[in-house]
C-alpha cells in the first residue's frame, strides 16, 4: 500500500514487551506491545485461541506472541483472498497491519440468533406481546434461580469438604453444623432433598438455562404508537421485562431482526489519524475496503455488514474541530463508498453480480461492538477515562482528547481536574469543612479519619458513617443513633444545598460542563454531556446506515409503566427510525431495606386443642452497637503446643459466660508473627463486641493450612491442627460453643487429663478463680457431677455422725479411719492431733 498511509514502518517501529497475563489455568508470558492494558491483552487472546489451531492456541496460552497469532488467524484468509483475486499483495498487508496497529478488530462470525418478529396491527399482537413478556420474565427469573441454587448446593459441598472427621458425622446435618446451615438455604433456594444428597456426595449441579432470553423486534405504525393508548403501555409492559425492539418501517425491521447474521468490524478512526495524519479518509475507505473483502472469505459469510466507527469524538477534538458531526458525516460517507465498491468486485469475483442486493443485504454503521471495542481499547466519548498505571492497577484521569485540547487552548490542566474529580479534602472553603465540623465536636482525630477516607470514597455521605467515625462518638458526642439508618450530615444541621455544594467542590463534578473557567474555544465541546456528543455521532451515522441504531430510552427505576408509554409515545412523535425501552437500576442506597433476618419467620399453624404451644422459629435481633465487656471479668488459659511451637489463648467472658474477647500469645517467636497474632485477636474481639457471632468466626478459619502444623499437645480435646488459627478456633468452638465434630480427642474430666468413669465431687477452686471471687465464693463449694449415669451404682459413703470439719475444703467429711484423717470430698489426709 503506497501513500503517506502506508504502515509498516509504524508496525516495525512498534515496542513490544514481555507481560504475565493470567489464564484459565495458567499465566502465560506473552509478548504484547506496550501500550497495551492487561484487559485489551486477555480480550484478544480469548478472541484468538478459539481461532487458532490447537497447537498455535497451547504455545500462545504458554509463551507467545499476539503478533504471530494474528498472522497466524489472517494467513488462510490471505491465502484465499489471493487464490481468489480479490487481495493483492498490498491488500493483504493492510490487513494484517491494521491489526497489528490496532486501528481494526473483527468480529466475525458471530453466532447468529436472530430475533423474533411482529407486526403491531395484526390482531393477535396484543396477546403475542403478552406471551413474550411472561416468557421474557419468566427466562430472568430462571435464570436468577438457578444461580442461587448453584450457589448454595456448593456450599453444601464445601460444608462437607471442609470436615475433618468420620465421613458418617461429616456428612450428617445433625453432627456437622455448617452442613445443617448450608441444607437449609439450599432449600429456601428451590433444592429438592436429592439434590442436597448429590450435593453432599459431591456432585455438581450441572444445570444450565433452559433457552436463552427472548428477543423482538416490533414493527409498528408510527401514528399508532405516537397516540399512546393500551399498545404503548403493552410495548413498555414488554420492554422492561426483555429484549424488545421498535421500528416504524418493514426494511429496517427486517434489517434489525437479522443483526446478528452481520459481519462486524470495528475501526479505531483516532488511531488511523495518528498513523495516517492528513489522509484519513483515503486511508480510512483502504481499511474498510480491504475488510469489506475479508468478511467474504470466511467459512460462514454474512449477509449484511456493520462498522462500528469509535474514536469519532477524540479525533475531532484533535483536528479543533468545533462538533463531532462535521467528521462523522465525512467519516461516513468514506465508509459507505468503500463498502459499496468493494462488495460489487467481491460479487464480480464471486459470480453474484446479478445477485449483488442478496449478496450484501445492507450496510449498518454505530459507534461501538463492545467485544471488539475492548480490543482495540475504546470506550465511549466521557470526560472522565479509565487507565492503566505502571503497575497494573486502575485509576480515573482527564481524556487525553480533553487534556490536549485544553493544553492546545493555553487552558489550565490541573483547575480542570480539581474539577472534575475534587480537591479531596474539607479544608477548602465548603459549608462543610473543618471549623464547621469542629464546632460541632468533631476533634482532631475524626477530621484525619475523615481526610483519608475523601482520598477513596464516591459518596461524601460515606465518609460520615461508621467505621470512618467510631459509633461510640457519634452517639455519645453528636447525640445520634448511628444505627438508625439516616445519613448523618442532614442530622448534624446541614442542609440539601450545603451537602451538594461540598459534594461538588471535595468530589468532583460527572463532567466538565459546569467549568466556569473553560477556554473559550472549547465551551461549544464541554457543553455537551457524554450522551449529548454520541447522539450528535449516531445521528451522523444514521444518514449513510442501512440499519437504524436504535436510540435507547432509559426509564428510572421508580417510574411507572404509563411513563414509559408515554416515552415511547414521543419518541415516535419526535420521528426517531428505532428505539428500546429499559429500565435503569435503582442508585446505590436507594429501594428498600433488607436488614433483616435471613430466614423469614415460618407461618405457625393454630395449636389443636390442649396442646401447648410448639415454637417453629425465633427470630433474634441483634444489637449493632458495641457490647463493652466488664472492667473485671473471668475466663480462662489454654496453654498447648502446635507441632512444638507454644501458644497461649487467653479469653475473656461476659457476666453471662459468652466470650467478648481473646488473647493470642506465642513463645520464643519473631516480633512480626507474634505482633501480627495480637492484632489479630483484637480484631476478633472487636468484631465479638459488635455481635459478630462466634461461629462465624469459627466456620472461617478452621481448616486453614499453614506452617506451623501437626501434632497438637497440652489439649485434652484437639490433638492435631493445620494451622495456629485452626487450632484456636477448634478450641473456641469445641469450648464455647459445644462444636464436638470440631475435637478429635476423645473427651477430657474435669481435671483435663483423663475421662470421667464415677461421680466424684471436685473442688470449685479448680473452675473458680479465688482472686477473681476475693473471698465471695465459700471454701467448702465443690462440683458435683450429674446427668451422667454409672455403668455400675455407685456406693453410697456413709458418713459417721461424728464427722469433723475438713481444714482444706471446709467440709464436714473428715472422718477417722484405720487411724488416719481422711476427708471424702476433698481427698486429703490431714495430720491431726488429739
Partial sequence: MSGAYDFANAVIRQKLESRRIERASSVAQILVPA???????????????????????????????????????????????????????????????????????????????????????????PVRLDEFRRRARGARLASTALTAIDEALAAVRDAVIRCEGPREACTSPHSNPALGRAAALARRCGATHADIVRAIDGEPLGAVADADAPRLVVEAQRDLLAAG???????????????????????????????????????DIEAIHAHADDDLLPAIAAITRVWTLASTLVDAPRPRMAFALGGIADTALRLGMDSPSGLARSVTLAVRQAYEEASSAAAVVLGHADDLETYHAGLRLMVHESEAALRLGLSPFAHRDTYQTADGEEALRLRPALARAIAAQDGDIEQAERHLFGIRTLAGDTPISHESLHDLGFTELELEGLELALAHV????????????????????????????????????????????????????????????????????????????????????????????????????????????????????EGVRALTLRRAAPPAGDGFSLDFADEPSARVSAPAPNDAPRVIERVVERDRTRRKLPDRRKGYIQKAAVAGHKVYIHTGEYEDGELGEIFIDMHKEGAAFRSLMNNFAIAISIGLQYGVPLDEFVDAFVFTRFEPAGRVTGNDSIRSAT????????????????????????????????????????????????????????????????????????????????????????????????????????????????
Fill in 458 to 573: 464516591e459518596r461524601l455521605e460515606d465518609a460520615f458513617r461508621s467505621p470512618v467515625l467510631d459509633s461510640g462518638f457519634i452517639h455519645d458526642v453528636l447525640g445520634i443513633d448511628a444505627d438508625n439508618g439516616l445519613p448523618l450530615l442532614p442530622q448534624l444541621g446541614f442542609g440539601p444545598d450545603d451537602i451538594a455544594k461540598t459534594r461538588k467542590v471535595v468530589l468532583g463534578h460527572a463532567d466538565l460542563t459546569e467549568w466556569a473557567d473553560a477556554p473559550e474555544p472549547l465551551r461549544g465541546w464541554l457543553s455537551l454531556s457524554s450522551g449529548d456528543v454520541e447522539d450528535e455521532i449516531i445521528a451522523a451515522l444514521d444518514t449513510s446506515s442501512d440499519t437504524p441504531s436504535p436510540l435507547a430510552i432509559d426509564l428510572d427505576w421508580d417510574e411507572t409503566l404509563l411513563d414509559g408509554a408515554r416515552a415511547i409515545s414521543h419518541a415516535a412523535r
Fill in 229 to 267: 393508548g393500551s399498545l404503548a403501555r403493552q410495548l413498555a409492559e414488554a420492554s422492561v421485562e426483555g429484549d424488545v425492539t421498535i421500528a416504524f418501517d418493514h426494511a429496517e425491521a427486517i434489517a434489525l431482526a437479522q443483526s446478528d447474521l452481520e459481519a462486524r468490524i470495528q475501526l
Fill in 723 to 834: 494451622s495456629i488459627l485452626d487450632y484456636i478456633f477448634r478450641e473456641l468452638g469445641v469450648s464455647y460453643l459445644g462444636r464436638s465434630e470440631l475435637a478429635n480427642a476423645a473427651p477430657a474430666g474435669a481435671d483435663g487429663l483423663e475421662p470421667e468413669t464415677g461421680t466424684e465431687t471436685v473442688p470449685a477452686a479448680r473452675f473458680i478463680s479465688k482472686g477473681f471471687a476475693r473471698g465471695a465464693a465459700p471454701d467448702n463449694l465443690v462440683v458435683v457431677p450429674f446427668g451422667k449415669k454409672a455403668s455400675t451404682p455407685a456406693p453410697t459413703a456413709s458418713v459417721a455422725p461424728d464427722a469433723t470439719a475438713c481444714p482444706a475444703c471446709g467440709d464436714f467429711a473428715l472422718q477417722n479411719r484405720g487411724g488416719g484423717w481422711i476427708c471424702d470430698s476433698c481427698g486429703i489426709s490431714p495430720q491431726m492431733q488429739g
Fill in 35 to 125: 501500550d497495551w492494558t492487561d484487559a485489551r491483552t486477555e480480550a484478544w487472546l480469548d478472541w484468538l485461541e478459539p481461532r487458532l489451531t490447537p497447537a498455535a492456541a497451547r504455545r500462545l496460552d504458554t509463551s507467545g506472541n499476539v503478533f504471530e497469532a494474528l498472522r497466524e488467524w489472517a494467513d488462510p484468509l490471505v491465502a484465499k483472498g489471493r487464490e481468489l483475486g480479490l487481495l493483492d499483495a498490498a491488500g493483504a498487508e493492510l490487513l494484517v497491519h491494521s491489526l497489528k496497529l490496532g486501528l481494526a478488530a473483527p468480529s466475525l462470525p458471530a453466532a447468529p440468533r436472530p430475533y423474533e418478529m411482529l407486526q403491531l396491527d395484526e390482531p393477535d399482537a
